[in-house]
Structures are given as C-alpha cells and as structure tokens.
C-alpha cells in the first residue's frame, strides 16, 4: 500500500501558493472526493472529521488522510485546497483506486490443500488488490511450507495476470520433502556434541518414528537453547547460528550450529545493604550466587527469589530485592550488589471465602496454604494455593487476594472459587485379551457430602443433595461375557478436618475361570494419614467371601481344595509415595506402593503377603510440538508367608502384567485331581513369590493422537522364592488416542518371549480398548 502525506503548502495546490493565501482556520465551504470509480463517495466521507463551516485544520486533515488509507480500497491518497472568494476553502481529497481482484486461485499445490492455503492469504475476488496483502499472502504459503518440511518450496506470482485481468494467482513449487540426518558443532571446545544435542528439539529423521522435518524457525529456538545453555554455565558472551547444508537432491539436510563460546564469567565479591532482619552471612549462605564460583543470570534471578521467599515466610510481602551485576572492564569477573528493602511484616487476619454456593467453605479452606489466621503470612502460600485450587476436581478456577490497606499489618484474605461439575454419569464397553467384553455404568461425585439428606425427592434427583462435603461416591457397575463387577466406594479424604482420612469399599467380583467359577462378595474399610503431599499410611481391613463352583472334573487339587464357600480376612498396613505428574499419562516422577498383609484374623486360612510395586517416568525428549518421549520402569514383588488359597496367590501374564503370554500364563501349573501321573496339566495355580520388571520406551509418532512403545518384559512367577524360573520377553505395541472418545488411549502390544518355562502359555498380542458411550 502507498501512502502519501504532503506538506499542508503543497497540499493546497499551485493556486493558493501563488495568490499567497494561508487556508489555516479558514472556513470550509465544501468537502468532496477526486477519483472515485468503484468505491461509494460516502464510505471515504465517513473517514473524514473536517466539516463543512468548520475552521481548516491541518493536522485534522492529515488524519482524515491517514483514516481513508487505512480503508485498503487506494492506493494513493492527497488533499487539495482551493480557496472562493469570500475567503472560505474547499477541501477535495484526491484518490487512486486500488484494483480489484477478479479472483484469487493456488496452483501447483500437492502436499497442502487449497483450503489450507486459501484461509492463510485470507484474499478473497472483490478484494482490492493491496501489494501488502497479496505479499503477506506469499510469505505466509511459503512458512506453511516450511512448517510442513518443504524448506525449498517457492511462491511466485503471476504479475502479468495480475495486472490484465485482476486475477491473482500463486504459484507453488513445493520441491522435496526436506529430512534432518545430522547435526554437527562447530567453534565447541567446552561441551562436547553429544551433550548440546540434548539441547536442541528439531530430530534427525527416522523412519516411521521421526519425520525429522527441518523447521527454520525451530531451528533458530535451538540455537537459542544452545546459547543459554552456554550463558547459563558462565559463558554471556556465548552466541549460536544454524547453518544449513542441503544434499545435491535437496531432499536431505544436514544442520550445522555454529558456535562463539567467549570467556566464563566468575563472582567476585559480594556486597548486602539494606539487611536487618537477617545477617549478611545468612543471606550469604541461602543464595545462589557464591564467590569463586561461575555467574549466571538464572543464579541472579534464583537468588532474588530466595531473599524474598526468606522475608516472605516470616511475612514480609513486600520485601524489595535488587540483585545488581557490575562487570569487570578487564576480566571475565563479576562484582554483586545485593540491596534489601525489607518492609514491614504482616499478619493473616480472617480468611474469607467467596464463589462456594454449594460446597462447604471448610473445604476451600483446606487448599489454602500459608495464610493462617493469626499467623504471618507466608509469601509462597499465594501460588501454591492458587495452584492446588485450580488442581482440584471440585474447582475449576481459585484466585487468592490480600484485603486491607499497606499501612494495617493485619491483613484479611479473599479466597474466590469457581464450582465446578463434579457429578458424572457414564456408559461404556471394552474389551481385552485379559477379561474379554466388559461393559460400564459409572457414577461419580466428588464433592459428596454424606449427611446432606434430601428434604424431598426433587432435591435428591436435581442433584442438590448429598453434595458439598468434597468426600468422594461411586458406584461402579461393570458387567461382562467373562467377568463381572460391581462395586461402591466412599473416601473422605479429611477425616474430622485432619490429616487423616477414611476409605471403604463394597463389592461383587465374578470371573469365569479355566475350569472353575469364581465369585468374591466383600469388602474394605481403612483409615489413613497423609505426611506432606508425597507420603500417605494406611490401615485397612478387608473381608470376603469366595465361592468357588462349577469345578471341573480337570481342574488342579488346589481348586478342589476350596471349592465351596471360603472366608477371607485381613488386617494390613499400606505405605504410599506419589511424585508423579499424571494419573493417565506420567511423563515424570515415581510412584512407590508396600502392602502387608496378615490374613486369618477370623478366617479360614492363615498366612502373610508382602508386596511392594515401584513405577519411575523419565521424558527423555520433548520436540517442538511439545509431544513427550518417555522411558518408564515398573518393578512388583512380592513374598507370601504360610499357605495361601490359589485365589490369593501371584499371577502374572497378559495386557497389565507380563505381555507375551497369556491371562495368568506365566507360573506354576496345578496337578489335575483326576492325574494318575502327577503331572502338572495346563491351569494355572498362581506362585508365593513374584517378581516382574518391565522396561518401556514411549515415543510420539503421529500429532498427538499415536504413540508408538517398543518394551521388555521380564520376571518370574514360582512357587519359592528364586530366580532360577526367570522369563524374558521384548516387543512393541502403539497407543491411539482419540480426544473425544476417552482420556485413556487404545493400546495393542506384540509381545514375543525369548526365554519361557515348561508349562508356560504364550499370546502374540495383547491389547485394551475402552469406548465411553455418550
């Protein structure tokens, strides 16, 4: 677009210069448009705030200019002033109309469509034919391009069409498909390559598992990356540059990251002013920054958060802290500046809660963190109860404000919630190679609240009742072609408003077994403690009555053993640490589980089981899309102590277990009751001790929705404990998710074992799929 402003002299024209007549404040007795073809008269006049009678003003006028540019419809735009003879002007603004575009059209396109293509230039037929719309229009194909790995694409125009017959058309050349193999460092003498490609996000390619697209925008994040990772160890004066090296072919590409290291720059000294509170060596001690050792701009920046946060727990709020660099002229040293403007300290005085309509306010009051009445505030308490109400499920947004003027030292807070759904009614089917079909009908409420009665049968089914206690209800209703299952559960994760908390379970569990049925009727109660946010104990009771029937003639002695009615009983303890940051999908943390178990309080067998499982995520890689690799660990073993029944043994095998064989595939087999032999037939009688790792490798393939996992299962189910029965097996498997359908993924594994037992039954491909139906 071209847009012309004159000088108000020129603007008026050769007939006001040579008459000497200075339009300024003038009257103007008319306003009108020059030029005009295809646009309204009065869309230009609506851009203009000179009036007619008014005085002319200038600077009124060049922003009349500026308003009818703005339009896109010229490309020229001036003002003409010509004076009458009774001393009034007339303004006439003179136009060059933009042309038109007869039509807008993408040729040559193959690996993006039209539409793609089309929404990005965002001209359309009738649109004025604005050069800068129509060159953002290219360069935004070309970054399409880019992004989609076609670094050698071109865009051109068709000018000579353009300008005969108004049609625009851009031309693609898409070229090759241009793929990561290498990358090299050079000007590195510091870190080695290996240890600044872990930097860098772009991936060579790979096939199937990395499409290894060259990106030069992410290319030039990387070489930021690489620069503050060197600036981060000392080195500021650190710089990098991608430089790209295409094959003959154009279809490959090798990046090179040129590198400037510079000096690495060391603290010198370091001076605190303005610290009453604390001492000079105690600031010194909590800081990051130490004399003799490197500097960086995150130390500087980490150490103003720790003075803060050392005021801030004591309830200094608004403690000041300057953390200054001054640089040495002639050596990499740096001298600090650490000045303190401590404030004044203040106390919590009440803690107000808004927002809640339904849920009680001792519940809000839980999350809060820091802010005790009657107690100095904590600084780091704002965030931290910021997050943990955002986190949990009953809200969906928490906002946290100091009430009270500066000057008062004891400062009430308002806590601002939003309530969120936290009832929920779903349907659905499944099916694994473990369980088979399995249908569900699950009701949940997480904010229940188990003394709040219904007054009337409305209140109970609008949902108003039993609500606002943030204990947790479901009730669980899985039927199925193999297995059954129905269940009711409570938690109150706050028990009388301490640390503790209660939790109870009944249930129904039948299963279809290899020559036998089996049926559980129980349940479970526990009481608990949570140690911080990573620890929790817990003592549970549990009760059950398994009945075992429908025994075939085959079936091992160890069945027959309890066919019938059996009581189960016991008393265990339970120790809990959980770090990880997801419950679906961890992508890093660990999770630690020890049960211990001492059966026969009451019951009919008498025995103790002890087991402990471990869980370890580690992402490895993240690309610039933000898609994770993550290698997790899993590890479960356990001992039974005395004689347990078959069905309170270890199993192993199948889909959650030991991939590669079957559904409790992998263990001792029973004798049949019927054997004259004494040999071992095929069903399995479960083992005392067990011991099962497994070693995954999870990597994005396709956009967020497939995974691909390649895995090694390993363990050993008998019926002492030892390793000398150990199983081996190696496969690979994906993950698909579809958003709309389920958080969970659908998975299928190939599992091959490479070292098995006599007796032990192998499968080739396990897999779990679970559809919600809405």
Same mark, same amino acid.
């Given at each position: ?46 851009? %203009? ?14 922003? #009349?200019?500026?308003?009818?540019? &703005? ?18 002007? &007339? ?5 060059? !109309? ?102 860098? +996000? /772009? ?19 990387d070489a930021a990356a690489i620069r503050d990772f060197y ?58 920054? %130490? ?29 000041? %802290? ?14 600090? /500046? ?33 802010? +005790? ?10 965030? !931290? ?26 400062? #009430? ?26 249908g569900s009908v699950n009701l949940i409420q997480r904010n ?8 009337s049968l409305g209140e109970f089914f609008s949902g108003r ?31 009388? !408003? ?11 569990? /039948? ?51 309890? !066919? ?101 595939? %992998? ?108």
């Amino acid at each position: 677009m071209i847009i012309v402003f004159q000088a108000l002299m020129l603007l008026a024209g050769s007939t006001v210069a040579a008459q000497g007549i200075e339009p300024e404040h003038r009257p103007i007795a008319d306003i009108s448009v020059s030029g005009l073809r295809m646009v309204p008269e009065q869309l230009v006049l609506n851009q %203009v705030r000179s009036a007619v009678g008014r005085p002319y003003n200038s600077r009124t006028v060049t922003a #009349d200019i500026r308003r009818i540019n &703005n339009l896109g419809r010229f490309s020229y735009v001036a003002a003409d002033v010509k004076p009458n003879d009774d001393g009034s002007v &007339n303004l006439i603004f003179n136009v060059t !109309e933009q042309p038109l575009l007869a039509d807008v059209q993408i040729v040559g396109n193959k690996a993006l469509s039209d539409g793609e293509l089309l929404n990005l230039v965002r001209l359309r037929a009738g649109d004025p034919a604005d050069e800068y719309l129509i060159e953002r229009g290219q360069r935004q194909i070309m970054d399409a391009y880019e992004a989609a790995g076609y670094f050698v694409a071109q865009v051109s125009i068709d000018r000579e069409l353009l300008a005969d017959s108004g049609i625009l058309i851009y031309q693609v050349r898409e070229g090759p498909h241009v793929r990561i193999r290498g990358f090299r460092f050079e000007g590195n003498t510091i870190f080695p390559d290996k240890q600044l490609r872990n930097e860098i +996000k /772009s991936k060579i390619y790979f096939p199937i598992f990395r499409k290894g697209e060259l990106n030069r925008q992410q290319l030039q994040i990387d070489a930021a990356a690489i620069r503050d990772f060197y600036r981060d160890n000392g080195y500021l004066d650190a710089d990098a540059a991608p430089r790209i090296s295409l094959s003959p072919d154009e279809r490959d590409a090798v990046v090179v990251f040129i590198i400037k290291e510079g000096p690495q720059y060391l603290v010198s000294e370091i001076n605190v002013e303005g610290v009453d509170l604390f001492t000079k060596q105690q600031i010194l001690e909590n800081i990051e920054l %130490v004399p003799g050792d490197i500097y960086t701009q995150k130390r500087n920046k980490d150490s103003a958060e720790v003075l803060r946060n050392m005021y801030g727990k004591l309830g200094y709020l608004e403690t000041q %802290v300057s953390v200054q660099p001054i640089f040495h002229e002639d050596q990499p040293r740096v001298d600090v /500046s650490i000045g303190i403007l401590e404030g004044q300290a203040y106390t919590v005085g009440k803690v107000i809660v808004t927002g809640n309509d339904t849920t009680k306010s001792k519940v809000v009051l839980r999350q809060v963190y820091g802010m +005790k009445p009657g107690y100095p505030f904590d600084r780091t308490g704002f965030d !931290e109860t910021q997050k943990r109400l955002r986190a949990s499920p009953l809200f969906s947004d928490g906002t946290v404000t100091i009430l009270g003027d500066r000057q008062e030292t004891i400062r #009430d807070v308002l806590v601002e919630v939003k309530e969120g759904d936290t009832g929920s009614l779903g349907f659905g089917a499944g099916v694994t190679s473990d369980s088979g079909v399995i249908g569900s009908v699950n009701l949940i409420q997480r904010n229940f609240d188990i003394t709040d009665t219904p007054d009337s049968l409305g209140e109970f089914f609008s949902g108003r009742a039993f609500k606002g206690a943030g204990q947790y209800f479901s009730i669980d209703l899985q039927p199925g072609n193999e297995t059954q299952r129905y269940a009711a559960s409570f938690r109150e994760p706050y028990f009388f !408003e301490t640390d503790y908390f209660f939790d109870s379970t009944a249930f129904y569990f /039948s299963r279809v077994r290899e020559d036998w049925d089996e049926a559980r009727a129980g349940g479970n109660i526990g009481i608990g403690q949570r140690f911080g946010d990573v620890w929790s104990a817990q003592a549970i009771l549990r009760a059950e009555d398994v009945e075992i029937t429908g025994v075939d003639v085959n079936a091992p002695v160890d069945v027959f053993d309890v !066919e019938g009615s059996n009581l189960i009983d016991s008393i265990g303890v339970r120790l809990q640490r959980r770090t990880t940051n997801s419950i679906i999908f961890p992508t890093r943390g660990t999770n630690f589980d020890l049960t211990v178990e001492q059966f026969g309080i009451l019951g009919d067998f008498e025995f103790t089981r002890i087991r402990a499982k471990y869980n370890a995520f580690w992402t490895v890689d993240e690309d610039f899309l933000g898609r994770k690799t993550v290698v997790s660990l899993r590890t479960d073993i356990g001992n039974i102590f005395g004689s347990a029944p078959t069905f309170e043994r270890f199993y192993a095998g199948g889909f959650r277990s030991f991939r590669g064989f079957e559904f409790r595939g %992998v263990g001792p087999r029973g004798v049949p009751d019927n054997s004259t032999t004494g040999e071992p037939g095929e069903d399995p009688v479960g083992g005392n001790f067990m011991w099962l790792v497994s070693l995954q490798y999870e990597v994005p393939i396709w956009d967020r929705y497939l995974r691909g996992v390649v895995f090694t299962d390993q363990g050993t189910v008998q019926e002492t404990a030892g390793l000398d029965q150990w199983r081996v097996a190696v496969g690979a498997g994906v993950r698909f998710q579809v958003p709309f359908l389920s958080q969970a993924p659908f998975a299928v594994d190939f599992g091959i074992p490479l070292v098995k037992q006599d007796g032990d039954q192998t499968q080739l491909i396990a897999f779990d799929i679970a559809i919600p139906l809405q």
